[in-house]
């Protein structure tokens, strides 16, 4: 069995937001000094999926990891080999730039086609920076291959996946035939954190780079220009702050200052 | 510019969601004269369209198999209302239902999507979604290159203008087709009572609270306010500790809520978090670091140790209601 990660480097979520500045001229978020871009948490979680399934699986099974991006992405890839990933494939070339999720999910899709033999590819739920959430789909329907997102358990048996899906008021167990893309939520629960020698060892496994030419794609069908949905604004919203703090000696007093003033607004 | 706008309908228990309301009155204001129609999938449907104000036209399917959403089935029910009404924008929920269809429909119309927009508008006649991006520390605008124009619409987006009904009849959509996905085994798990979308009062635990036992002493502070009007959310750190149910996370990767009050105890005010309340009318913190996010949200606070602050809030609640 063949199972594949998709994997993104991302600036650190956490950034604390008197850090976070954005470039208004080129719409894209200036990297804050000090701070390492990190994989993406979901891409962690959907990389521990894979390495389950994997484990449960037997010795025939590889996961192999991808991620589109710059020569820094290697990074993701090689956290991805320390948790136990077989190989990676770093997908890079300036045509893929600045693309939506449409284009991302075109050439990771070229490149599970160029891997051949491949049964599932795990994605995390949505990427930590943009926030979109559609690339693992986007991917199924590239690929034509059914799929289930926010997964918070996944199951493999007899060539089919079982998927406990994360719903507004509940849980819902699907099964699909492979293959077959899910995206995984935070409820699966943490990745596995690599030790020293696993570290070591994943920079000895193998990563292969691939351009859009070496996987047959247009670059005007790619990145920037292949794009259908275009990013015209980037901006950070004002929030106002007037916090009152409540004065007092005591929580008591405190407390009774509080519930004062929510009597005179009318909230309680 | 005039705009023809399909809205992606959901049913709760067999009436028209909240949120489909508020996509369709957000909707007439941006078709400007322009048709806006609706689809409806589920028991109930083809009645739920007369509640459907601002839509023109609705389509419906009254087959008990879309009650449970699977995006295949529904995709092609919604096709061919695309088909008949050819509009250039589709909104849908940034729902369970909206965040699988959004992607998989843009693909299949061969356009893309812009997800969890919180505003949509025509700007010299072509359409432009804005949304929070970096987990709201910023927000984007985008423009498409395709056609239609989909979004999916973060809930309390739009304001739903009071009154009005919808089409009193509906064209008929073909019953669901065969699905890849078989649905083997469904789980609920909610809060009893009042649920937290519902609630004018939210009170959300944070990982701060330090154990689960302590979201006891969050439902206690819910009913001094009154259970009618108060229901306890948490933060995606305390539901990840397994604290409290996923289902009353709040959040960019959990519920929108919009109380008059929410109060957030030893909740650091991550802006993920805040992506999920900050349209709260007025937010209230109680945690013991000066420096916390949520005071750059909140319009009251309480500095200090929720051990000592919480036990006399009930107290002062209960005080103040006369219990
Ligand atoms: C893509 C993405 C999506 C996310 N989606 C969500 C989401 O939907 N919802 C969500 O909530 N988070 C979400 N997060 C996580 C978010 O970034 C924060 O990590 C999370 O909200 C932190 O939860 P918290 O405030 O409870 O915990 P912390 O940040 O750990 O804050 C705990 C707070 O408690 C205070 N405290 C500690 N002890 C006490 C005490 N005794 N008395 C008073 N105060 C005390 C501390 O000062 C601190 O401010 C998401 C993150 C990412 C990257």
Known sequence: MHLVVCAKQIPDPDTPPSAFKIDEASNSVIPAPGISPILSQFDGIAAEAALRIKEAGGDDAKVTVISMGADSARAAIKQVLAMGADEGVLLNDDA????????????????????????AVFCGRQAADW????????????????????????????????????????????????????????????????????????????????????????????????SRLKIEKLFIPETDSNVEFMGGDTPQEQAAALVQRLQADKLI | ?????????????????????????????????????????????????????????????????????????????????????????????????????GPRLSHKLGTAVAMDCVSISDVDGSIKATRPCFGGNAMATYGFSTSPAIATVRAKSFEVTEGGSGPTTSTELPAASQS????????????????????????????????????????????????????????????????????????????????????????????????????????VGINRDEEANIWSFSRYGIIGDYKQVVPALIEELKKASGN
Request: glycine share 12%; hydrophobic share 45%.
């Open chain 2, 180 to 283: 890849r996905t078989e649905i083997i085994a469904t789980e609920a798990a909610t809060a009893e009572g009042l649920q937290i979308q519902d609630a004018t009062v939210v009170v959300c635990g944070g990982r701060g609270l330090g154990d689960a036992e302590a979201f006891g002493e969050m439902e206690s502070i819910a009913s001094a306010i009154g259970l009618d009007k108060a229901a306890v959310g948490a933060s995606r750190a305390a539901v990840d500790l397994g604290w409290y149910p996923p289902s009353q996370q709040v959040g960019l990767t959990g519920k929108v809520v919009t109380p008059d009050l929410y109060l957030a105890v030893a909740v650091s005010g991550a802006s993920q978090h805040m992506a999920g309340c900050s349209g709260s009318k007025t937010i």
């Open chain 1, 96 to 119: 893929f730039e600045d693309g939506d999720s449409y284009t991302t999910a075109k050439v990771l899709a070229s490149a599970i086609r160029e891997l051949g033999d491949v049964d």
């Open chain 2, 1 to 101: 510019m005039s705009h023809n706008i399909l809205v992606i309908g959901e049913l709760d228990e067999g009436s028209a969601s909240a949120t489909t309301l508020e996509l369709l009155a957000g909707a007439s204001e941006i078709a400007s004269g322009g048709n806006v129609s609706v689809t409806l999938l589920g028991v109930g449907a083809s009645q739920a369209v007369g509640a459907c104000a601002g839509a023109n036209t609705a389509y419906a399917s009254d087959d008990a198999q879309y009650d449970d959403f699977r995006g295949d089935q529904w995709i092609s029910a919604i096709q061919s209302a695309v088909e008949s009404e050819t509009p250039d924008v589709i909104l849908v929920a940034q729902s369970i239902v909206g965040r699988e269809l």
């Open chain 1, 131 to 226: 926030d979109m959430g559609q690339v693992g789909l986007l991917l199924a329907e590239e690929l034509g291959w059914a799929s289930a997102i926010i997964a918070k358990d996944i199951s493999y048996a007899d060539g089919n996946v079982s998927v406990q899906r994360v719903l507004t008021d509940g849980f819902e167990t699907v099964q699909m035939a492979l293959p077959a893309v899910m995206t995984v939520s935070n409820e699966f629960g943490e990745p596995r954190y690599p030790k020293l020698p696993q570290i070591m060892a994943a920079a000895k496994k193998t990563v292969t780079q691939y351009s859009a030419a070496e996987l047959g794609l247009d670059a005007a069908d790619v990145g920037a220009s292949g």
